[in-house]
Nanobody
């Protein structure tokens, strides 16, 4: 079992910044791919960013150059630094951990960007 707890969401004006954190516990290590996904009202959940065991990263085109995903292995924590936020970034952000053959999800944290 793996537990994921997100924090750091909130309300911010366009152009502002937020930092999301995901604390993982249970049967997980730095060998596991972790990432952030988001779901806006009326839309499907979409990938935001993932970080692999070798610290390689993948970003959605819409967030490249603005968001940075990083890992703090000592605490099994994955962070998402979000800069230059736009109203279209408004969504519930979910942490994900891939511990084969399962995917685990956090409850989500709301990010709202006002124009």
């Amino acid at each position: 079992q793996v537990q994921l707890v997100e924090s750091g969401g909130g309300l911010v004006q366009a152009g502002g910044s937020l930092r999301l954190s995901c604390a993982a516990s249970g049967r997980i290590s730095s060998d596991n791919t972790m990432g952030w996904y988001r779901q806006a009202p009326g839309k499907q959940r979409e990938l935001v960013a993932v970080i692999n065991r070798d610290d390689s990263t993948t970003y959605a085109d819409s967030v490249k150059g603005r968001f940075t995903i990083s890992r703090a292995n000592a605490k099994n924590t994955v962070n998402l630094q979000m800069n230059s936020l736009k109203p279209e970034d408004t969504a519930v952000y979910h942490c994900n951990a891939n511990v084969a053959p399962f995917d685990y999800w956090g409850q989500g944290t709301q990010v709202t960007v006002s124009s």
